[in-house]
């Protein structure tokens, strides 16, 4: 097993990741850049964990967090825009910010204490 499969906000990354891809394959979302920029954020996400776990400089660690960080962000404009285009419940939309925002704390978190470290 890898390191990084052991993180908790991985695990969390690929839960979301995984509802995101059962979405987006059940709905029909009118703006096909919307899908594919979302699919691709929610991929970034976690694959931007894995490997920032597997950098030995400290802070090429907290670098790689950073941008999983900020691709958790372009998720929630890109889930408000599905919002206001009517491709997303608000049942749904405010489900799915609560976790990124949960996921986002996780990921704060782990960046400070990586950087705490240097």
């Known amino acids: 097993m890898f390191d990084f499969q052991n993180l908790k906000v991985y695990q969390k990354a690929r839960e979301i990741n995984k509802e995101i891809n059962e979405y987006i394959k059940r709905n029909h979302i009118l703006d096909p850049f919307l899908k594919n920029q979302l699919r691709q954020a929610s ?44 491709s997303l419940a608000e049942k749904r939309f405010k489900v799915l910010l609560e976790r990124y925002a949960e996921l986002s704390k996780m990921l704060y978190g782990l960046i400070r204490s990586v950087n705490a470290s240097i």
């Open 43 to 86: 991929i970034q996400i976690v694959i931007n964990i894995a490997e920032g776990s597997g950098k030995d400089c400290k802070k090429d660690k907290a670098r790689y967090y950073s941008i999983s960080r900020e691709s958790v962000y372009e998720c929630v404009s890109l889930i408000e825009l599905l919002y206001d285009e009517g």
